[in-house]
């Protein structure tokens, strides 16, 4: 990849045909306070990174003066109409690019941008760097811990091995390796689970760098409706991952239930409903876990 100067044209407002080797992708709703000074910060840490680069922020449906503040920072600025959701605005800013890396961080100053340095060499020879917060998530709230503790523990089952941090907001990719699984992301906050375990799950690359996580400017976009959406990503992540991950240990409950079941039968001299019903239970859950698993390959098919 050649390297060369920082050019102001990577800093215009409106999109540009000038090759540029980074995107960072600025995904904003509602960030008036805060959006302008993340642009600053991005622009400052990134003064001597010997690549060309743009900055997008994407106003995803802001009711306030996010998208003046965003313009006004130099940026280069997308708005929408409506708000269609953290993911919808992640994909929007990704596809306004055409770079070999993509980074994206969050407008509300709780990631360092000092980061990205780092963060984009490791990409060097990584299909994914992801910035992990560490001990700065200990204090998650009370009500989001349950939560937060079934899904980091699924996808710790389901990836096979243990992941630092599942949903971080600040990352870097590689284009070519992040763009084959935008037709799979959901456009809620559950983008970031979705390509990690996609990306650990075939096998790509995935480097996590420390960092240090701020406390956030402004109030938190997530709500406690989003529980039924929560529900939504643990089936999709099952479903797609790994169902013979899941599956295949709950067919065989099943079936070892209804063997133990058929054995006490035989010594009473009576087949029951329990012992049939159990088996075909099993074997309507692992044909449907094989289903779900040739699916799954058909779609994470490199």
């Known amino acids: 990849?050649?390297?060369?100067?920082?050019?102001?044209?990577?800093?215009?407002?409106?999109?540009?045909?000038?090759?540029?080797e980074l995107s960072i992708v600025i995904p904003a709703y509602n960030e008036e306070g805060a959006v302008a000074a993340t642009v600053k910060r991005i622009r400052a840490a990134l003064s001597e990174l010997p690549m060309r680069f743009e900055i997008i922020?994407?106003?995803?449906?802001?009711?306030?003066?996010?998208?003046?503040?965003a313009e006004l920072s130099g940026a280069v600025v997308l708005s929408s109409a409506e708000n269609g959701g953290y993911g919808s605005a992640l994909k929007r800013g990704i596809a306004a690019g055409h770079s070999d890396y993509v980074a994206i961080i969050d407008a509300d100053g709780t990631y360092p941008a000092e980061s990205l340095i780092p963060m984009i060499e490791l990409a060097q020879t990584a299909d994914m760097v992801v910035g992990n917060r560490g001990a700065a998530m200990r204090n998650v709230p009370l009500i989001r811990r349950p939560a937060k503790w079934i899904l980091n523990g699924l996808a710790n089952?389901?990836?096979?091995?243990?992941?630092?941090?599942?949903?971080?907001?600040?990352?870097?990719?590689?284009?070519?390796?992040?763009e084959k699984f935008i037709p799979l992301l959901p456009d809620g906050f559950s983008f970031t689970t979705t390509?990690?375990?996609?990306?650990?799950?075939?096998?790509?690359?995935?480097v996590y760098f420390p960092i240090q996580y701020a406390k956030r400017t402004g109030s938190s976009k997530i709500r406690a409706a989003h529980f039924f959406a929560f529900i939504v990503l643990l089936l999709r992540i099952v479903m797609l991952f790994e169902p013979l991950r899941v599956f295949m240990p709950l067919g065989g409950a099943l079936f070892a239930l209804g063997l133990c079941k058929t054995i006490y039968d035989i010594t009473v001299w009576n087949l029951s409903e329990t012992a049939v019903l159990s088996f075909l239970g099993?074997?309507?859950?692992?044909?449907?876990?094989?289903?779900?698993?040739?699916?799954?390959?058909?779609?994470?098919?490199p």
């Open 1 to 20: 990849m050649a390297l060369t100067s920082v050019s102001p044209r990577a800093y215009e407002t409106k999109p540009t045909s000038d090759p540029v």
């Open 57 to 69: 922020v994407v106003d995803d449906g802001s009711t306030d003066g996010t998208r003046i503040a």
């Open 157 to 178: 089952y389901l990836a096979r091995r243990e992941i630092p941090d599942v949903n971080s907001g600040m990352r870097v990719f590689r284009r070519a390796s992040l």
């Open 195 to 206: 390509i990690t375990l996609a990306m650990l799950c075939t096998k790509l690359r995935v």
């Open 282 to 301: 099993a074997l309507i859950i692992w044909s449907i876990a094989l289903i779900a698993d040739m699916i799954g390959r058909l779609h994470l098919r």
